[in-house]
Structure formats: structure tokens, C-alpha cells
């Protein structure tokens, strides 16, 4: 018997690595970036989750922006798409997910 996994809701992969659900949107707290999520339309018009923030160190401010799908094959390759765009930022506070995501860069399509 050949069984398909279902895929996941990224919803649900937010909430399990401890983004806050504020009205219908998600935000993360890094410290010094407040990332956000918002459903959508992205800038190539494909609908999925839409993050953004503005990462603050003493000499600069970058902004972040990336989408992501509304599902996923799996926990570790939402994991690593998070991390995989999330990589290259300077936090205050790094979640230990971070590292994991980017372990696990063999799930990313």
C-alpha cells in the first residue's frame, strides 16, 4: 500500500516554532527584528505567506522580505526555507531553528 504524506499547513509549522498569531497575521520576535507575516499575493502574483521586518544593529538597518508557500511537503523543508532566507541576518536573539533549517537544506525543493 503506497501512502501519500499530506502536506502541511506553513500555519501550523509558524506556530510550532513560536511565531505569536496577532489578528490574522504572525509575527516573530527576534530582538531587534520584529518579523511579520502576512497572507497574500507576493510580487511575482503567487499566493502564499509574505515576511518582512527590518533587522536594527548599531550601524545599520536591513530590510527583510521573502515568501513562502501556504504548504509544505514537510516541518524540516518549511524549517529550511525559513532558515535558508533567514541565514545571512544578524538577530539579537537566534533561535535555535535557525540552525536546524539550515542542517536540514537537503528538504528544500
Excluded at 536591513?62 to 508557500?69: G, K, L, N
Aim: glycine residues 8%; negative net charge; charged residues 25%.
Amino acid at each position: 500500500m503506497n501512502e501519500e504524506k499530506e502536506d502541511i499547513n506553513f500555519e501550523d509549522i509558524f506556530l510550532q516554532l513560536g511565531f505569536s498569531k496577532v489578528d490574522s497575521d504572525y509575527v516573530f520576535d527576534f530582538g531587534n527584528c520584529k518579523l511579520k507575516v502576512i497572507e497574500g499575493f507576493n510580487q511575482s502574483m503567487s499566493y502564499g505567506y509574505n515576511l518582512f521586518g527590518i533587522s536594527m544593529t548599531h550601524r545599520e538597518g536591513v530590510f527583510i522580505e521573502f515568501s513562502v508557500p501556504i504548504k509544505v511537503e514537510s516541518f524540516e523543508m518549511g524549517v529550511a526555507l525559513l532558515s535558508n532566507n533567514l541565514k545571512t541576518y544578524r538577530f539579537l536573539n537566534t533561535p535555535d531553528w535557525i540552525q536546524q533549517g539550515i542542517e536540514w537544506k537537503n528538504h528544500l525543493p
